[in-house]
């Protein structure tokens, strides 16, 4: 297999990337100047080195505990559950939410053998019971897994005596009625807001 | 900027990734085992060294000439002409041409400030004098400039008293005349073909 033939089958691994895209970005990188290829295999190749999980939320950070956790002016009441370290990512562009985060590492999906044993439920509530935690937001994509997880995490979680809330679930900003799903559409109903 | 933020930032440099995407396989990346990393790192960095212009036809290889240029095989009196090297690849996929290439390096777009003489005309001239072809066929995008291109050479080559024909224009393969532009269908039934 030659060089670009090599990179293409690479590129092609990568989410949404099928063969086409890889071979575009392949002979985009060729024809540009070389030093763009290094800083790039450079960043990959440090990449695992580099990046490390926070032994506090989970999250993907270079610095232990994470630039969040260790920021004092953040609110320690209140947490923020999420599945992936990349939802933390989102959440912190959307500049809404400035409590600390906790990742569970995946959703509850028996189908896929993820039980509630494999999640970082555990220390979710021991950081609770010991981190005086007022609040806890379950920001879990409105899915059947995401309901599953939350459905579980809200019970074992009532015992403690916290308000634990979901993120709104409904039309998206700038969205139109006529394209909106009727689970969407069903949800938003349920969830109207008085004006 | 830490090591995952560089890296997003240098994927979203590529054609298609915007920042969502490559954040997405950014992540994806670390998720999975460093070694994936690694051998992608070390395809880009090994990129630029490794491929190199034929120094006949001027697309991109690993040996010069290229082992299109260089397989006996092939019919040496057909050349067929491209916009760029990637051209070429998807040309070959097709598996319907077995003559040689030669990549014009971009095509005629005054206001891109891109000339005929930027462009490997010359050779191309040159070849077709040298090399007994018999016929050219030129394989450029049905756009202004694959057609002023087009017109251009075609008038360069009609001297030479050769062959020169244009891949045809018309309704793709699995298309729907509902979803068919204008101008694709008025080419179409310009180029028809009897039963």
Same mark, same amino acid.
């Given at each position: 297999m030659n060089a670009i033939d090599n990179l293409v089958t690479l590129l092609a691994k &990568?989410?949404? &990337?099928g063969k086409k895209s890889a071979g575009r970005m392949a002979y985009h990188i060729l024809e540009h100047d070389a030093s763009f290829a290094a800083s790039l295999a450079a960043a990959l190749a440090g990449l695992h080195s580099a990046i490390k999980h926070c032994?506090?939320?989970g999250a993907w950070t270079?610095?232990?505990?994470?630039p969040i956790c260790s920021d004092?002016?953040?609110?320690?009441g209140i947490l923020c559950v999420v599945e992936r370290s990349q939802d933390v990512r989102v959440i912190e562009e959307a500049r809404e939410f400035s409590g600390r985060f906790h990742v569970l590492g995946g959703l509850i999906s028996p189908l896929d053998g993820?039980?509630?044993?494999?999640?970082s439920i555990g220390k979710l509530l021991y950081r609770v019971k010991n981190e005086g935690i007022r609040e806890v937001i379950l920001? &879990?994509?409105?899915t059947v897994e995401g309901d599953t997880t939350a459905l579980y995490l809200s019970k074992q979680l009532s015992e403690s005596g916290i308000t634990v809330s979901r993120l709104a679930s409904g039309l998206p900003v700038g969205g139109d009625l006529e394209y909106t799903d009727r689970l969407t559409l069903a949800r938003s109903f349920r969830g109207r807001v008085s004006m």
């Open positions: &990568l989410p949404g &990337l032994s506090l939320c270079e610095t232990d505990p994470c004092e002016r953040r609110d320690g993820i039980n509630p044993g494999d999640l920001a &879990l994509n409105p």
